[in-house]
């Protein structure tokens, strides 16, 4: 550096966690996980720390899912403004079906809000999906497949992390390899594999 020459350092990146392991602004993470208590504890723990960074935050999930959390984190001091969650019957038609495109949609519509309007610069969502299970057919594993496509594009638009869970004691078979191919990271037993079978668009 030249004498009286004035050089600012680069700021460092923002780095979040899931399950113990570094994500970056633009990361869509599928979590593959086993039980009630680990989703809980996975979902909790990446929501609180969003906060405690003053982040705005985004979970889907189970009526009994988001009434657990929101328990919890009443009992923590946050700006309210801060947390938005949807719960199943929320994002759907009144059928209950699952439709991709109208969870996605809300999604873009928080994430547009949370940066457009509010001015924040980081985001978090966290999706468990879970709640689709019972429907567990062909349609069913394409609308999922579009549904995180979805979620890998809005990732992309702003500086924003996303995590889709998925239970493997619910999704089996069929699900959950479709379910990989959809996402270039996955966490799994506390580790995040890098996806080498990935749908080639994602890369």
């Known amino acids: 550096m030249r004498a009286g020459v004035m050089t600012e350092s680069p700021q460092p990146e923002h780095r979040a966690t899931f399950g113990g392991q570094a994500l970056l602004p633009h990361d869509h993470l599928c979590a593959l996980y086993r039980g009630v208590s680990e989703r809980y504890r996975l979902m909790l723990d990446f929501i ?14 189970s009526g009994r899912d988001i009434s657990q959390l929101t328990s919890v984190l009443s009992r923590h001091q946050f700006d309210g403004a801060l947390l938005q969650v949807v719960e199943p019957e929320d994002a759907c038609p009144p059928n209950g079906a699952f439709e991709p495109e109208t969870v996605t949609d809300a999604m873009h519509r928080w994430s547009a809000t949370a940066f457009d309007e509010n001015g924040c610069d980081s985001a978090r ?21 579009r549904f995180e496509l979805g979620v890998t594009e809005l990732a992309r638009r ?46």
């Open 48 to 61: 609180s720390a969003g906060l405690d960074e003053s982040e705005q935050c985004l979970c889907i999930g």
């Open 125 to 145: 969502a966290i999706a468990d999906m879970t709640w689709t299970a019972p429907d567990a057919s062909t349609t069913l594993i394409d609308g999922l497949a």
């Open 158 to 203: 702003r500086p924003q992390i996303c995590v889709s869970m998925y239970d493997l004691n619910t999704f089996g078979g069929a699900m959950v390899p479709a379910m990989v191919t959809s996402h270039v990271k996955v966490w799994i037993c506390g580790a995040i594999v890098e996806n080498p079978y990935a749908t080639p668009m994602l890369a």
